[in-house]
């Protein structure tokens, strides 16, 4: 029996696979997507009217159970499945605990289903500054930094292969076509179209985040984000009548049933499915690659029932987000030694220079009360501390982004998943955490941080370090016999530094912001893990072969037809959320592959 063929295979239908299939298909190439996760319809979409997602896409529900995965230190524990991630027992990670332990964990899935991480982000959806794109240069015979006595933030930052001028027409895409609201004024990020749709009314809790910042001189803008406001014309979605109905606090971190929020699917995908040139295929996983030389030629998967089968394509991308990207791709090298030695040699480069965010904020309690389920996932934005001047100032490497979270702590069940919650597998524990949480401590919990708690957050570069990395696991395998992630990584004393005046930064927000109490400030640098918190890195791009994985285009050095576009192609992790970058750039290596 013959292979099936077909011109573009795309591993992943998330911010790194669905705009570049979106281009190829609209040049009239050939695609086929394979996503592992399902299809989870919205209200429209469905034939039953009512959207298959099932709200315990963050605060798990079902029965209990117990992790078994053989010589982790969390073996017992119990946990809970979700339905948009795969069970912990079938497919962990693993980390290094702070006590040297191993552990198994469900972070680093940003979420398995069409749409990948698209679906459950909060859809903050800002730009890099054009200095993120350039820190080796930035920072280039600098004696002031702190917090770096061996010099590596100097020899570990790079410039990417490509500038923010580059990149501009693409992010202009991205917002015209995922459907993103917000303002430009007052950003430090320069557009040559704006297709910013209208932001709604901001809640009235922000207004305590909105006065800190103008106190201190902090020019703000509405944060954008990828949830529309108006009639979309290129996705063919329409608002409801009543703008009330678009503000849903469920919005961050949960499936949006209205098909409002524009993940990829709703955006990009959905308006495929009659092109006689596309093909989206479900709850299939791809476990490895083949190659005859520098041309990829089969991509193995198991369909929806769990036979094996395979597609043989000219082109080839893998986008399943990055830890999983880097997986399939040694998992392929483990099935082929010789695809091994191209994707390795001489430098070993894959799986190094794993990145996420550094990221922490601040909080406090309001004196009114307000209605945060009725809004988005944010409203104000600054990039103050994104400026050269602030940044060097005070000797820091890079600079990053300062919004509120509006929707934090919402709802009584948003509540339970942060309190005491640093990762996704504590997430079900909620108040059991806190025994004082009882009783009248209980109701004064609530009445505090009902509707009052106010928090802001900032999202800022990691410093790139070699050995935070991703490996395979010598022992813990996956349902399939496969090889599971294995993620090192730790910080540098400058993240720390850097944490902490960000930290600094959003506290005296809130201090300047009114009559506010309890203020808390703080960061992930206490979290050797955090791994969820946007992964990145792993396979970044280059020009130079020695130093990077990936060419300009994105393209695995060695190869002539294999491709990666989520994430880890990101030599530096940024100084704001991701997403679009994410889709930028994907929708620019869609058009350099139509032009080959």
Not at 126 to 142: M, W
Request: charged share 25%; proline share 5%.
């Amino acid at each position: 029996m013959a292979d099936e063929h077909v011109e573009v295979v795309v591993i992943g239908s998330g911010a790194g696979g669905a705009p570049l299939s979106s281009t190829l298909v609209g040049g009239g190439r050939q695609v086929l997507v394979l996503e592992k996760g399902p299809l989870l319809r919205t209200q429209d979409q469905s034939p039953t009217g009512l959207s298959d997602f099932k709200r315990d896409e963050m605060f798990a529900s079902g029965p209990e159970k117990r992790i078994t995965v053989p010589g982790m230190a969390n073996q017992g524990q119990g946990y809970f499945s979700s339905h948009v991630e795969p069970d912990l027992n079938d497919e962990p990670h693993v980390y290094d605990g702070d006590d040297g332990r191993q552990y198994a964990t469900i972070e680093g899935y940003t979420a398995q289903v069409v749409g990948g991480g698209t679906q459950l982000y909060g859809g903050v959806s800002l730009r890099f500054t054009p200095d993120d794109f350039r820190l080796a240069s930035f920072n280039d015979g600098r004696t002031d930094l702190r917090n770096d006595p061996g010099g590596e933030v100097r020899s570990e930052a790079r410039d990417w292969p490509i500038s923010y001028e580059d990149l501009e027409p693409y992010y202009c895409r991205a917002e015209e076509l995922i459907g993103i609201n917000g303002t430009r004024s007052n950003q430090e990020k320069q557009a040559s179209v704006d297709h910013y749709q209208a932001p709604l009314e901001p809640n009235a809790i922000s207004q305590y985040a909105a006065a800190g910042m103008d106190a201190l001189g902090m020019r703000r803008y509405r944060t954008p984000l990828a949830v529309i406001t108006e009639d979309h014309p290129p996705s063919g979605r329409k608002v409801p009548a009543d703008p009330d109905t678009i503000k849903t606090a469920f919005i961050n971190r949960y499936g949006d049933p209205l098909g409002l929020k524009s993940n990829t699917w709703v955006a990009l995908l959905d308006p495929l499915l009659d092109q006689p040139n596309f093909e989206l295929r479900p709850n299939c996983t791809v476990t490895h690659l083949s190659a005859d030389g520098a041309k990829v030629t089969r991509v193995h998967y198991r369909d929806p029932a769990g036979a094996g089968r395979t597609v043989t394509a000219d082109i080839v991308v893998v986008a399943c987000s990055a830890i999983e990207s880097v997986r399939l791709l040694q998992l392929s090298g483990l099935e082929d030694a010789a695809f091994n030695d191209r994707l390795n040699s001489p430098h070993g480069l894959l799986g190094r220079y794993f990145l996420t965010h550094c990221f922490g904020g601040a909080q406090c309690i309001v004196p009114d009360r307000a209605d945060k389920s009725k809004t988005l996932d944010s409203d104000w934005a600054t990039d103050h501390c994104a400026r050269a001047q602030w940044v060097r100032e005070r000797g820091l490497w890079a600079g990053g982004v300062i919004y509120n979270n509006t929707s934090d702590g919402a709802l009584p069940i948003s509540l339970a998943r942060t309190w005491q919650a640093m990762d996704m597998d504590n997430t079900w524990k909620g108040y059991l955490q806190d025994t004082s949480l009882v009783g009248d401590g209980f109701e004064r919990y609530l009445d505090d941080n009902f509707g009052r708690r106010l928090s802001v957050t900032f999202m800022a570069n990691q410093v790139p370090q070699r050995d935070n990395r991703i490996e395979l696991h010598p022992t813990v395998t996956d349902k399939w016999g496969r090889r599971v992630a294995y993620i090192r990584k730790d910080w540098h004393p400058h993240d720390v530094a850097l944490m902490d005046e960000f930290a600094e930064q959003c506290r005296q927000i809130l201090l300047s912001g009114g009559d506010v109490r309890d203020v808390s400030w703080g960061s992930v640098k206490n979290s050797v893990v955090r791994i969820a918190n946007h992964v990145l890195g792993g396979a970044r791009f280059g020009t130079d072969q020695t130093d990077s994985v990936l060419d300009p285009d994105c393209r695995v050095w060695g190869f002539d037809n294999l491709y990666v576009t989520d994430g880890s192609f990101m030599p530096t992790s940024g100084g704001a959320n991701p997403t679009l970058t994410i889709q930028a750039n994907s929708f620019r290596v869609g058009d350099l592959l139509l032009s080959r």
